[in-house]
Structures are given as C-alpha cells and as structure tokens.
C-alpha cells in the first residue's frame, strides 16, 4: 500500500504559477506510474499528466500542454506538477495517483488550486 499527500496548491492569478508536490510512503515511487488529475466543480475528474515508472513515457491533457510539467524525484519519493501560465478555469481539485501499468490503485486527498482574474 501507498499513501499520497499533496501540497503546493493555493491562491493565484492568472498568468502566474504554482508547483504541486506529491510526497508517497509506504512504498517507493519507483514501483508506480504516477499521475496527476483535477475535477473542477460540477465536472469529472481528468487526468491532467501522467509519466511511466521509469520516467521515460509522459502524457499531457491538451490543455495543459505546454504549461504544465511532470517530473518526479525518486530519491526524495516525490512528485511534482509545475503549473505556469495558469488560468481561471485550471481551478481545481488536484489529485496525485499511483498505479501500475495503466490502472490507478492509490489517490491522495487533493489540494485546491484557484485561479482568480
């Protein structure tokens, strides 16, 4: 079992940053695929980016291409999503996931992101 605690999320503007950070224990990060999703109220949840186990595979929602980065530190058991250019409709909810070869099995709680104008 792997528990996940994101941090990071916040109030911005538009136009500026956030990094959001997913800190796992129990189980080193090595052994997943991790993700990180988002559900904006009254919508589903969406994936926004995922990388492979190794790091060598990634995915990005179309609209966050471009602005927002995965990357993870496997020393540290962390995973990070570095959020630029952010906009009003990027407020979220934002989820860090673990799982392997394709399937989710482990969620964090989420941390709000907003994004005023």
């Known amino acids: 079992q792997v528990q996940l605690v994101e941090s990071g999320g916040g109030l911005v503007q538009a136009g500026g940053s956030l990094r959001l950070s997913c800190t796992a224990s129990?189980?080193?990060?090595?052994?997943?695929?991790m993700g990180w999703f988002r559900q904006a109220p009254g919508k589903e949840r969406e994936v926004v980016a995922r990388n492979s186990r190794s790091g060598g595979s990634t995915y990005y929602a179309d609209s966050v291409k471009g602005r927002f980065t995965i990357s993870r530190d496997n020393a540290k058991n962390t995973v990070y999503l570095q959020m630029n250019s952010l906009k009003p409709e990027d407020t979220a909810v934002y989820f860090c996931a673990a799982g392997i070869s394709g399937t989710t099995r482990y969620w964090g709680q989420g941390t709000q992101v907003t994004v005023s104008s």
């Open positions: 129990g189980r080193t990060i090595s052994t997943y695929d």
